[in-house]
């Protein structure tokens, strides 16, 4: 188990152990009154390598965007991967720390819903040790996807759910967490994923798209991305998106 994923919390939180090491950033050490987290968690199951080239850019593209943003002292990014297996590529540091990363598409099955409960468990404890040392946190949670789950626990989804709902309902917490889903293929397929997460938006990418419109899509996603980040960085009170 993760240790700092222990740290004092109310009765009335949701379990947080994990057995994955995120290595966050420590934020009693910081001299700042507010944060923005930004987590960013890639399916790399080898059904997603006909969209690995132009998703590995817009990832790149952005996490440079963050480290030239004139907010950017304040906004620690995390970034995980998921299909049969759920690695951490970095727990939440501070985003000039962090280095682009490729994520390989050559994965088994898709633990979509496992990996989202682990990393949102990360997300509330992070956001829980904030608090502690006297700091607000916003947090942007952001999964793509292009396929059902078939590989989570059985107790995933409602998880995430429960976590979410958690963030959503404490009155320290509440309107400081924006989700969103990414789903590339059927939309019924990531309704359905979206209601069971309770993930708040949802985007489609049409897999039938030409390579011209597929770029224009991940632009679009990665757009809403990059405007939430602003917003949660210089817009005072709650996360609107």
Request: hydrophobic fraction near 40%; aromatic fraction near 8%; glycine fraction near 6%.
């Amino acid at each position: 188990m993760e240790s700092d994923n222990n740290a004092s919390l109310s009765q009335s939180m949701p379990d947080l152990n994990t057995h994955l090491s995120f290595g966050n950033t420590d934020v009693t050490n910081l001299d700042m009154e507010e944060i923005v987290n930004v987590t960013i968690l890639v399916d790399t199951s080898g059904s997603m390598s006909s969209h690995a080239a132009e998703l590995n850019q817009q990832i790149s593209d952005f996490i440079k965007w963050m480290q030239d943003f004139h907010q950017a002292p304040k906004l620690f990014l995390s970034l995980g991967r998921f299909d049969s297996d759920i690695e951490v590529l970095t727990g939440f540091q501070q985003v000039n720390n962090v280095k682009t990363r490729v994520f390989p598409t050559d994965g088994g099955s898709t633990k979509l819903y496992e990996g989202c409960s682990e990393f949102v468990k990360n997300v509330v404890a992070q956001q829980q040790r904030a608090l502690g040392a006297g700091i607000l946190s916003k947090s942007i949670f952001f999964v793509i996807t292009d396929g059902e789950d078939n590989a989570s626990k059985a107790t995933s989804a409602s998880e995430v759910k429960q976590l979410i709902n958690f963030i959503q309902s404490d009155e320290a917490t509440m309107n400081t967490f924006a989700s969103a889903l990414v789903g590339i293929g059927n939309r019924n397929e990531f309704e359905h994923a979206q209601q069971e997460m309770g993930i708040q938006k949802l985007f489609v990418i049409d897999p039938s798209l030409s390579e011209k419109e597929n770029k224009k899509a991940f632009k679009e996603v990665f757009g809403w991305l990059s405007a939430s980040v602003s917003s949660a960085s210089t817009q005072p009170g709650a996360l609107v998106f």
